[in-house]
């Protein structure tokens, strides 16, 4: 599948988007790597001594961006090193290509009840990429005490913007997909609070990552 060269450079995919992609390449190969290996300019050859390689060009892979500078050679390099699967992306996407981080804004509703799909459709005009019955409040406040804050909020269902839509959001769907993620969570926090320190200069040296933290 080929995607039109004016969607390459669009900023974000959809989640559908995405799945489509993890489906294509989940299907094509059977490597599942820990570890993904993101090569600079001229470093593509870090993948070379791998072995059991398999190569996708971005080309080829549905949805999935192209490199356009030169010495990134626009490959995804699936391997194993000391017996462990890794996944190399030779060449990687600046924000000089037009290319930026995807970043989504979370919008919240008081609740109980989850919003109508007029609501939510109006949500969506207005730029929300999720949806939630919290957070902000917490944020606002710690904010106006002076606290630096990290907000993880698990995305656990679609909101419906469609009235044919049969599925209906339910409290126990939620908690269902929030227990099934909640070890993947726990291990992002894990790492977070790991590395905590590593935050810790990186403010200190007024590096612009310590925004995002
Ligand atoms: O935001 P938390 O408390 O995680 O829970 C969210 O999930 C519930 C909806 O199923 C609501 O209570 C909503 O606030
Ligand atoms: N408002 C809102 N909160 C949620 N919390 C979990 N799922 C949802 C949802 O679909 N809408």
């Given at each position: 599948?080929?995607?039109?060269?004016?969607?390459?450079?669009?900023?974000?995919?959809?989640?559908?988007?995405?799945?489509?992609?993890?489906?294509?390449?989940?299907?094509?190969?059977?490597?599942?790597?820990?570890?993904?290996?993101?090569?600079?300019?001229?470093?593509?050859?870090?993948?070379?001594?791998?072995?059991?390689?398999?190569?996708?060009?971005?080309?080829?892979?549905?949805?999935?961006?192209?490199?356009?500078?030169?010495?990134?050679?626009?490959?995804?390099?699936?391997?194993?090193?000391?017996?462990?699967?890794?996944?190399?992306?030779?060449?990687?996407?600046?924000?000089?290509?037009?290319?930026?981080?995807?970043?989504?804004?979370?919008?919240?509703?008081?609740?109980?009840?989850?919003?109508?799909?007029?609501?939510?459709?109006?949500?969506?005009?207005?730029?929300?990429?999720?949806?939630?019955?919290?957070?902000?409040?917490?944020?606002?406040?710690?904010?106006?005490?002076?606290?630096?804050?990290?907000?993880?909020?698990?995305?656990?269902?679609?909101?419906?913007?469609?009235?044919?839509?049969?599925?209906?959001?339910?409290?126990?769907?939620?908690?269902?997909?929030?227990?099934?993620?909640?070890?993947?969570?726990?291990?992002?926090?894990?790492?977070?609070?790991?590395?905590s320190h590593q935050v810790e200069t990186i403010n200190n040296s007024n590096c612009i990552y310590s925004n995002a933290v």
């Amino acid at each position: 599948i080929h995607l039109k060269e004016a969607n390459r450079h669009r900023n974000c995919c959809s989640f559908d988007d995405c799945k489509l992609t993890t489906e294509w390449l989940l299907s094509r190969t059977r490597h599942r790597p820990k570890i993904a290996i993101v090569c600079g300019s001229g470093l593509g050859l870090l993948a070379d001594n791998v072995s059991n390689k398999q190569t996708f060009r971005y080309e080829d892979i549905p949805n999935f961006p192209v490199s356009t500078v030169p010495g990134h050679e626009g490959c995804l390099v699936f391997g194993q090193i000391k017996g462990k699967s890794c996944v190399f992306m030779q060449g990687r996407f600046h924000l000089y290509e037009g290319y930026s981080l995807c970043k989504g804004v979370y919008c919240m509703v008081s609740g109980p009840n989850f919003e109508t799909i007029a609501e939510a459709r109006m949500l969506h005009i207005l730029g929300s990429d999720s949806v939630g019955m919290s957070t902000v409040p917490e944020v606002t406040v710690a904010k106006h005490c002076g606290l630096r804050v990290l907000g993880l909020s698990l995305i656990t269902n679609k909101v419906s913007l469609d009235y044919s839509r049969e599925e209906k959001v339910n409290h126990e769907e939620v908690l269902q997909i929030s227990k099934m993620r909640a070890e993947m969570l726990q291990n992002v926090l894990l790492t977070f609070i790991a590395r905590s320190h590593q935050v810790e200069t990186i403010n200190n040296s007024n590096c612009i990552y310590s925004n995002a933290v």
